[in-house]
T-cell receptor, first 114, second 112 residues
Framework: AQSVTQLGSHVSVSEGALVLLRCNYSSSVPPYLFWYVQYPNQGLQLLLKYTTGATLVKGINGFEAEFKKSETSFHLTKPSAHMSDAAEYFC????????????FGKGTHLIIQP | DTAVSQTPKYLVTQMGNDKSIKCEQNLGHDTMYWYKQDSKKFLKIMFS???????INETVPNRFSPKSPDKAHLNLHINSLELGDSAVYFC???????????FGQGTRLTVV
């Protein structure tokens, strides 16, 4: 079984400040990890993913995330927030070679203060 | 070209009715999914098909029945709609199970 915990259902940062969205996972096998963004009334868009290899992965829109196996974490960061980053962010895990599909966290609503 | 398209985008219907949501992907992927997003934005997988074969069938009422006529299509039929079925339903596809999924724009179902 696999699960994802996103700490903080709402995160508020000032424009230009660092964005940090936290994600911890549980998986009995080496995981694949994903971050998605959802803008209002739209579908989910893949920001970045980790499967194997380099633990620091870069995604679109200036986001990056680091896989830390010892901490079972995959936190999402962006050095400088833009107003356009305001959205819902979802962390997801899959069990690599398994057949469970993606399991999503409950999402974090990112608010950008002007 | 839209990669994963689902229709309709909005669906308002009365309790007890039967409705279908259609999904098509033009990405050449082998795997397709249906997810349900509730009012609190929580996403839960409902079904997964791989090469037209049902792979994942989570605990959903029997009133929900997926149909995959070919690899590019996965439709969702819902019988006897209930108020609690109101949600946004997302279709998605991926190259294989457990790789990144590409989502459609969603169908907002409102049962009145």
């Amino acid at each position: 079984a696999q699960s994802v915990t996103q700490l903080g259902s709402h995160v508020s940062v000032s424009e230009g400040a660092l964005v940090l969205l936290r994600c911890n996972y549980s998986s009995s096998v080496p995981p694949y990890l994903f971050w998605y963004v959802q803008y209002p009334n739209q579908g989910l868009q893949l920001l970045l993913k980790y499967t194997t290899g380099a633990t620091l992965v870069k995604g679109i829109n200036g986001f990056e995330a680091e896989f830390k196996k010892s901490e079972t974490s995959f936190h999402l960061t962006k050095p400088s927030a833009h107003m356009s980053d305001a959205a819902e962010y979802f962390c997801a895990v899959s069990s690599g070679g398994g057949a469970d599909g993606l399991t999503f966290g409950k999402g974090t609503h990112l608010i950008i203060q002007p | 070209d839209t990669a994963v398209s689902q229709t309709p985008k909005y669906l308002v219907t009365q309790m007890g009715n039967d409705k279908s949501i259609k999904c098509e992907q033009n990405l050449g992927h082998d795997t397709m999914y249906w997810y349900k997003q509730d009012s609190k934005k929580f996403l839960k997988i409902m079904f997964s098909y791989n090469n037209k074969e049902l792979i994942i069938n989570e605990t959903v009422p029997n009133r929900f029945s997926p149909k995959s006529p070919d690899k590019a299509h996965l439709n969702l039929h819902i019988n006897s709609l209930e108020l609690g079925d109101s949600a946004v339903y997302f279709c998605a596809s991926s190259p294989s199970l457990n790789t990144e999924a590409f989502f459609g724009q969603g169908t907002r179902l409102t049962v009145v």
